[in-house]
């Protein structure tokens, strides 16, 4: 009985060695009791020396298992140094076993590679007599195929070779004492759950990606069945179906005692083959499971890509560091170009009436066409909104090509910023670029006055009393101009088109940098006349002298452009005839014929006081265009007039025609501008002649 349970006591014994060591005890460390291992990476030399290389294989100090070393036409091994006893010595059958590892395919080339990994059961560590390339390390040109060679491999193969029988040059195959693959499949994997992906749920893969994969080769040696699994590391679990399975005893094939190891040959392109972490285990279907997380890195392709940085990476990073500097330097400098202004000393000092570019373009957002509020012959006029102060402005470009008196024009632009009146467009200042002086006007909503009294027929116009707001307004302004500054400005082109009406409809004149100043009683000669035919006092067209007699003149016509609804020059559509007509010749024969009123403008319909208005109105301007200078009253007899103040200077019933004479196409003389009604529009204002006339002459 003692001797029964020491027996059995013995037996207990006896399984417990068999019983492999459990895996925690393993970690990072080679088990020596013939059942199995792991490498979890190759970092430990106490272990490594149970790894057996040769040809170009070996163990790198990063912890790889490194088959291959980037040469040409070589091959490597690398074997467990210990034989596994692989048959059951009893029933002489071959038992199961169980390996998994990580490798990973480097190569030069994207897209081709040196030859592939095998892994080798075999007799022999060194596999003699083997061949490089095609033959992966295994066999020779006469030994393949041979059934005395006791091999069983599985190919990772990277190159198609017809010889071999390969589906293509990326398969995964079994190899039974040949190359030519018992079966063989495309490189991939089975997801698990395939009902959620196409194609069956097949994967593809690449082996000479270079990224690390997953290998698993399992035979049960009761079911004599030999499965080979494949998956990229991060795959988090083994896929259930197998990519290759073999239903195959190995009995025959294998001996007693056999070498586990890899085999892996270069052809001609460089190529690393790289074993990461392996794990073995004899009578067993499941072998350890790899740490990944402990698997050293894979290294880009050694010495030769490292040796591009210098010679590609280095030279195309410079270029692109010069690309971008110089695009920098480029985007700055057209920036610059692009809100380049020409200021010179002199110009200091108009310090606040200066604009800078920038905030202009901005202001009307790069001078965009929507903006845009018309277009003269020198330039157009945008609408725009500052933006500290989100003041509405009109911006005049003003193209100029000389550079001759423009001194002389900023500083009566800049004096004429310093004119305040509720009757006039307020100037804000300027800004000079390259050919090009840009005025800043307050933004007039209402647009121009010639808009609403030459607008189509049916279009909205202005009642009586709206009209004469604007005549005695325009009177007013023009007062200021003349007398009521510390210097005499004649504005020289008063029109219905230089007319603005601001939100309030009050009429404010524009335009007056065609005046000239004058220093209050100094009189003075211009040589240059400008102004507007039709508009033009008759020895202004004689003797191109401004004053401001001429502008009361003018502001005689407009007084009748207004009451009358016509233009000075206009076709008479009484007579059915397109003859052109001149507005005051009309308005004096009616006069003479005693019904002055029929001249008022159709759509003015009047009341009784309105027509007294309109008559005073009509008088003033036929006083004001009578073509004797001194017979014109001043801007101040003309506020007076039309305020009630005084009774206008009789007229006689009979009016002088000769006294009238309008002067439609005058005989210009040397130098005369034309400034013909601009095409102003929304709160235009017209800066078109005054440039014209002072920077073409340079004055
Ligand atoms: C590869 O290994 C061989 C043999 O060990 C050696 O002669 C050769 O220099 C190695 N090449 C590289 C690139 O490391
Ligand atoms: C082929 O390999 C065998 C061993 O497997 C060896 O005996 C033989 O010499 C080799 N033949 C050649 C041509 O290298
Ligand atoms: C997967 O590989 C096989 C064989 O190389 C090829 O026929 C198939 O088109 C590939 N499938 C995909 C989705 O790339
Ligand atoms: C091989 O894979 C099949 C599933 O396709 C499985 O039933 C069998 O147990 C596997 N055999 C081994 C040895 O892992």
Same mark, same amino acid.
């Given at each position: ?382 609408? $725009? ?31 004429? $910023? ?10 804000? $200042? ?270």
């Amino acid at each position: 009985m003692l001797l029964l349970l020491l027996l059995l006591l013995l037996l207990l014994f006896v399984t417990a060695l068999l019983v492999p060591v459990s895996s925690s005890q393993q970690q990072q460390q080679t088990t020596n009791n013939e059942l199995g291992f792991i490498y979890n990476g190759f970092h430990q030399s106490a272990t490594n020396s149970l790894i057996s290389t040769d040809g170009v294989a070996e163990i790198t100090s990063k912890g790889l298992l490194r088959l291959t070393n980037e040469t040409k036409q070589q091959k490597g091994h690398a074997f467990y140094t210990h034989p596994f006893q692989f048959k059951d010595p009893s029933t002489r059958l071959a038992l199961s076993f169980s390996t998994t590892f990580v490798f990973a395919i480097a190569t030069e080339i994207r897209d081709l590679s040196g030859h592939g990994i095998v892994f080798v059961i075999s007799p022999s560590k060194t596999l003699p007599g083997s061949l490089p390339s095609q033959f992966l390390g295994l066999f020779n040109k006469t030994s393949n195929g041979d059934p005395s060679n006791h091999v069983v491999g599985v190919e990772l193969d990277t190159i198609y070779s017809s010889e071999f029988n390969d589906p293509n040059d990326n398969h995964v195959g079994i190899d039974i004492n040949s190359l030519a693959s018992e079966v063989s499949a495309p490189a991939g994997f089975h997801v698990d759950d395939a009902t959620a992906y196409n194609n069956g749920g097949f994967r593809n893969l690449s082996l000479i990606s270079g990224d690390p994969m997953q290998v698993w080769i399992d035979y049960d040696g009761s079911k004599k069945q030999l499965n080979v699994t494949l998956a990229p590391i991060d795959v988090p679990n083994k896929p259930k179906i197998p990519l290759l399975s073999l239903s195959r005893d190995l009995s025959p094939i294998l001996l007693d005692a056999m070498y586990v190891g890899f085999s892996s040959a270069t052809g001609s392109v460089f190529t690393s083959h790289y074993i990461l972490g392996w794990s073995f285990k004899m009578r067993s279907t499941e072998a350890d499971a790899i740490d990944l997380s402990a698997l050293p890195k894979v290294p880009r392709i050694g010495p030769k890509k490292k040796s591009k940085l210098p010679t590609i990476g280095v030279p195309i990073l410079v270029a692109i560091f010069v690309l971008l500097t110089s695009y920098g330097i480029y985007y700055l400098v057209k920036r610059r170009r692009k809100f380049a202004e020409i200021i010179e000393d002199w110009e200091l000092i108009y310090g606040p009436q200066r604009f800078k570019y920038k905030d202009l373009y901005i202001a009307t957002k790069g001078f965009k066409e929507k903006e845009l509020l018309g277009t003269g012959g020198f330039g157009s006029v945008y609408r $725009g909104v500052l933006r500290g102060s989100k003041t509405e402005v009109a911006v005049k470009r003003v193209s100029h090509e000389s550079r001759q008196g423009v001194r002389e024009f900023i500083a009566e632009i800049v004096s004429m $910023g310093q004119l305040r009146h509720r009757n006039l467009v307020q100037l804000l $200042g300027y800004c000079r670029r390259k050919g090009e002086l840009i005025l800043v006007y307050d933004f007039m909503p209402n647009g121009s006055l010639d808009k609403l009294l030459f607008g189509p027929v049916g279009s909205a116009t202005l009642n009586w009393g709206q009209r004469l707001h604007v005549i005695k307004g325009v009177a007013t302004g023009l007062l200021y101009l003349h007398e009521e500054w510390e210097q005499v400005v004649i504005h020289r082109d008063i029109k219905a088109s230089n007319v603005l009406l601001d939100g309030e409809l009050n009429g404010r004149l524009g335009d007056f940098g065609l005046a000239r100043l004058y220093d209050h009683g100094v009189e003075m000669r211009t040589t240059h006349v400008v102004g507007t035919p039709g508009y033009l006092a008759p020895e202004l067209a004689r003797n191109g002298k401004a004053t401001k007699r001429t502008d009361v003149y003018a502001f005689g016509i407009f007084v009748m452009e207004v009451v009358c609804g016509k233009r000075p020059i206009f076709g008479a559509a009484e007579e059915e005839e397109e003859e052109e007509a001149v507005l005051v010749d009309w308005v004096v024969s009616c006069w003479n014929k005693g019904a002055v009123l029929q001249v008022v403008d159709p759509r003015l319909s009047g009341g009784s006081g309105d027509v007294k208005e309109m008559e005073l109105a009509l008088k003033v301007g036929l006083l004001c265009s009578h073509a004797v200078v001194n017979a014109r009253p001043s801007m101040r007899q003309v506020v007076q007039f039309l305020e009630g103040d005084v009774a206008p200077t009789p007229l006689p019933a009979n009016l002088d025609s000769s006294f009238y004479c309008g002067m439609p196409f005058p005989q210009f003389g040397e130098g005369f501008d034309h400034s013909y009604p601009s095409s102003s529009d929304r709160g235009f204002v017209s800066m078109s002649s005054v440039t014209d006339s002072i920077l073409s002459t340079g004055r």
